[in-house]
């Protein structure tokens, strides 16, 4: 398994500074947040694409921009970010890229599953055509989006994923606040390529839990090889980060 970053952590800073702030913990992998971009521009992606070039770090994984969809209208707009993020993994030379559903929780099952497939129906050929795959991410149960657990899941799965291609987030926050790390890890265990590492509220995890074993302990049972994304709450501290770096590292050895 590979540690990475999540860079969405200093969405505050400038490009450049967000990368060395990186680069100073001493991460070599990064998940790319859409969220770092303050506005989305079709140009910009050139200038992330020379930023990450001169910072010298990987790039694993894009995690896309997204809009919970709250009614059919928006709909054009989340292709927008859904394309824009494509374009973005393509210049950052990643093949994976982490979507949510796109669809408000709110939605009646009509409507949602209408605009899940208008969503779905851009992005997916476009990301086929550029070779990236999507990676669907579970929910926290506070999130507007509509996903957190293995129904809500495989009723968008059933919809947009018919033939099982998509790849799986596995998001561990959310998934402890959902109470659902158990179902999850059973139903798509063997789906999951990319990882979501923060304990609740996205807090750094930097000491051994029975919980944690387990995960760790089945997604390699699975065969995951993939990142082991730190995704924390922007107001951990460098210290904070630093020791959860620390005991991933050290712990990723026997995984
Ligand atoms: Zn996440």
């Known amino acids: ?9 200093f969405s505050k800073l400038r490009l450049n500074g967000n990368f060395t702030a990186v680069k100073q913990l001493g991460f070599q992998n990064i998940e790319f947040n859409m969220k770092s971009i303050k506005k989305e521009h079709d140009k910009d992606v050139y200038r992330e694409q020379k930023a990450l070039a001169t910072s010298g770090l990987n790039c694993l994984t894009l995690h896309s921009a997204v809009l919970h969809v ?5 709909v054009h707009q989340a292709v927008y970010y859904g ?69 809500q899941l495989e009723e968008v799965l059933g919809i947009i994923d018919p033939k099982g291609e998509m790849g799986i987030t596995f998001d561990l926050c959310h998934a402890l606040e959902a109470k659902e790390m158990d179902n999850l890890l059973e139903a798509y265990g063997k789906r999951v390529c990319n990882v979501h590492m923060a304990n609740k509220a996205h807090k750094p995890i930097t000491q051994e839990t ?15 090889e993939g990142p082991i994304t730190l995704e924390l709450d922007h107001k951990t501290s460098m210290e904070e980060i630093a020791k959860s770096k620390a005991f991933f590292e050290k712990l990723l050895v026997a995984f």
Do not use: Q, W
């Open 1 to 9: 398994m590979k540690l990475s970053l999540s860079n969405g952590i």
């Open 70 to 74: 709250k009614d059919p209208i928006e």
């Open 83 to 151: 394309k824009i993020s494509l374009e973005c993994a393509r210049a950052l030379r990643t093949s994976l890229m982490t979507v949510h559903s796109n669809v408000s929780k709110k939605l009646s099952r009509d409507v949602r599953e209408r605009c899940l497939r208008e969503v779905f129906g851009e992005i997916k050929p476009f990301a086929k055509s550029l070779g990236i795959k999507l990676s669907l991410e579970n929910l926290s149960y506070l999130s507007t989006g509509f996903g957190k657990n293995v129904e």
């Open 210 to 224: 029975p919980e944690l074993k387990r995960f760790l302990t089945k997604l390699h049972d699975c065969g995951y």
